[in-house]
């Protein structure tokens, strides 16, 4: 009876054969240059998404500040208001 390693290799090895068979050398040269392709795609999108969570992150900041200046002009309005309302 084979051991296990025996049974899995024979059994890559009819897997790799059969890929070889239907794909080719120039089929495993193509998917090797997709697959470079699809890192190369990776690396872009997650560049761009940082820079977009960047720019999300900046921008809320940005308001931030902006609604923390207009509370303040709001809080002396009111004490004015109140101020010459009496």
């Given at each position: 009876m084979k051991s296990y390693e025996e049974l899995a290799k024979e059994?890559?090895?009819?897997?790799?054969?059969?890929?070889?068979?239907?794909?080719?050398?120039?089929?495993?040269?193509?998917?090797?240059?997709?697959?470079?392709?699809?890192?190369?795609r990776q690396s872009e999108i997650l560049f761009k998404i940082t820079t977009e969570m960047e720019d999300t992150a900046n921008a809320l900041n940005q308001v931030e500040q902006l609604a923390q200046r207009l509370r303040k002009h709001l809080e002396r309005l009111k004490k004015l208001h109140q101020t010459l309302s009496k």
């Open positions: 059994q890559a090895d009819r897997e790799s054969t059969l890929l070889s068979k239907l794909m080719g050398e120039a089929g495993v040269e193509e998917l090797a240059d997709f697959e470079a392709g699809l890192s190369g």
